[in-house]
């Protein structure tokens, strides 16, 4: 049997065009990074300055709802906060691997965090989506009513929050799957 170059799977592409292709998937990681932070940053900002007052008989008396008021929001900001700050460190470490595509360690250092972030991130969107989904339907079996006829402003506001930090969690995912096909076809 030939153990020739073509047999092995080596012939027909060179490592010029594979580090070209990495140097693309790291450009795409750069980009989805920028926009995961982007997203993630603007829903922790949209949740934090989410309040709405209803005046109740008089001036005097009113209701008033923050997004401090429940404790999945204010997890959800913190979620948000740390991994938009963690999606920040990470630029320097993607634009590292913009110019030497070959980075094998800080790609597999980047996979753990990124699936920690994606985990975090996960349980904070979708406790808030719950909590969010509550406001707007309510549970009659134990009597919690909707609140979002009433505070409508601050309904739409939470529910607007949560696209940011999903299309986070979609970017994530794909950053994740990227740095895996880097590794996968590295030089």
């Known amino acids: 049997m030939k153990a020739g170059g073509i047999e092995l799977g080596e012939g027909g ?41 209803l005046p109740f008989f008089t001036r005097f008396l009113q209701f008033r709802a923050e997004y401090d008021d429940v404790p999945t929001f204010t997890f959800f900001v ?6 938009s700050g963690y999606l920040l460190l990470s630029l320097p470490f993607s634009i590292f691997h913009i110019v030497r595509s070959s980075a094998q360690r800080t790609r597999v250092i980047l996979i753990f965090f990124d699936m920690v972030m994606l985990a975090l991130l996960t349980a904070g969107a979708s406790a808030a989506a719950a909590i969010v ?47 895996g096909v880097a590794l996968a076809r590295r030089p």
């Open 78 to 83: 913190v979620a948000n906060a740390i991994v």
């Open 13 to 53: 592409k060179s490592s010029t065009s594979r580090s070209g292709v990495n140097k693309g998937v790291s450009i795409l990681d750069f980009i989805f990074r920028i926009l995961a932070f982007v997203g993630t940053l603007g829903s922790a900002i949209a949740m934090v300055t989410t309040n709405e007052t």
């Open 133 to 179: 989904y509550l406001a707007h339907k309510g549970n009659a079996r134990v009597n919690w009513l909707a609140i979002c006829q009433q505070f409508n402003s601050f309904c739409q506001r939470t529910s607007g929050s949560l696209i940011g930090s999903f299309a986070g969690i979609i970017l994530l995912a794909l950053l994740i799957m990227l740095s």
